[in-house]
């Protein structure tokens, strides 16, 4: 199994809400990513988890919260996001944090802040 | 901080005619280098990738890329088009050592018709 899936696929959410982006990977891979990509522009960077600890924050605002609860799951807990938060957001993962390993990203969540 | 170009953000060809996209990268030191494809509606999927060796490497689907140290580049070559390969295309590059930060390009928007 060499997916990486994600959920919801897409998500409307108002600038009070609360709600969480799901990803999970069943390859045994030990580090995890989570990409933020706006329209018509490349993924940019946003949180590395290795060994379900975080090691990476790319200065993402603090209403963006990432949580690893296992090796196999990841999670992005959402509050107070801004309508300018509109994004594909793609998770990822790779055996381990080596840069010579690939990343295998999954389909994406589309959010919509209203 | 490393940077990636993408010359071109649009593409139209005809099927059957041969594509090349321009990738140049910033950084003096030691990289790893890919090229990502994302068709409509999917999510990304590696086409190929560089770490060593012979600068000439084959992906799937018939894509090869050459890379050049001395330009920075890493150019994506097919020879022949088709339909099925309409689809964004990213550069990406990796610090060799470092911890598995992909920076991506632009993206070329590829669009083949029959």
């Known amino acids: 199994d060499t997916e990486v899936t994600q959920t919801p696929k897409h998500l409307v959410m108002g600038m009070t809400n609360k709600k969480s982006l799901k990803c999970e990977q069943h390859?045994?891979?030990?580090?995890m990513y989570w990409y933020k990509q706006k329209a018509k522009k490349p993924p940019e960077l946003m949180f590395v988890?290795?060994?379900?600890?975080?090691?990476i924050n790319e200065s993402v605002p603090s209403r963006f919260s990432p949580e690893c609860p296992n090796s196999s799951l990841l999670n992005l807990h959402l509050h107070a996001l801004q309508p300018e938060d509109s994004a594909l957001y793609l998770c990822?993962?790779?055996?381990?944090?080596?840069?010579?390993?690939?990343?295998?990203f999954g389909p994406g969540t589309r959010l919509t802040v209203l | 901080a490393q940077s990636v170009s993408q010359h071109n953000h649009h593409v139209i060809l005809s099927e059957a005619a041969s594509l090349e996209l321009g990738c140049n990268y910033s950084y003096g030191g030691t990289v790893n280098l890919f090229w990502y494809v994302q068709y409509p509606g999917q999510h990304l999927q590696l086409l190929l990738k560089?770490?060593?060796?012979?600068?000439l490497v084959k992906g799937i689907k018939g894509f090869e890329a050459e890379f050049i140290k001395s330009k920075f580049s890493f150019n994506l070559r097919k020879p022949s088009v088709q339909w099925s390969d309409t689809a964004e295309y990213f550069c990406?590059?990796?610090?060799?050592?470092?911890?598995?930060?992909?920076?991506f390009g632009a993206g070329t928007r590829l669009a083949v018709h029959p």
């Open positions: 988890y290795s060994y379900e600890k975080l090691s």
């Open positions: 990406a590059v990796k610090v060799s050592g470092g911890y598995n930060k992909l920076i």
């Open positions: 990822a993962s790779s055996q381990d944090r080596q840069s010579y390993n690939e990343q295998f």
């Open positions: 390859m045994g891979h030990r580090a």
């Open positions: 560089y770490f060593s060796g012979d600068p």
